[in-house]
């Protein structure tokens, strides 16, 4: 079945950097376009970033300059490499296989990493 697992969260300081891993199997990888949600306590779970199988990207507002989305196909792994992070970014971050075509959002999600921003 599929499985993605998650890691790389934790407590940063403002201004501080993180990078999220997710590693994916029990699938075709390549294929589908792949994505990190977040969700704070209190609020909806929101999109942070995709990545399609050919490299294309899209971001949230919020993270854009910020935040860099990519993918090893041969590791079937996709990253979020997080900078300049901000006490608003804190949020349990989940990583989705989305859909073979188009931006969507898929029906598999990882457990989710804690990312916390404080000082």
């Known amino acids: 079945q599929v499985q993605l697992v998650e890691s790389g969260g934790g407590l940063v300081q403002p201004g501080g950097s993180l990078r999220l891993s997710c590693a994916a199997s029990g699938t075709i990888f390549n294929i589908y376009t792949m994505g990190w949600y977040r969700q704070a306590p209190g609020k909806q779970r929101e999109l942070v970033a995709q990545?399609?199988?050919?490299?294309?990207?899209n971001y949230a507002d919020s993270v854009k300059g910020r935040f860099t989305i990519s993918r090893d196909n041969a590791k079937n792994t996709v990253y979020l490499q997080m900078n300049s992070l901000k006490p608003e970014d804190t949020a349990v971050y989940y990583c989705n296989r989305g859909l073979v075509l188009g931006w969507g959002t898929g029906d598999y999600w990882g457990q989710g990493t804690q990312v916390t921003v404080s000082s």
């Open positions: 990545i399609m199988s050919g490299g294309t990207t």
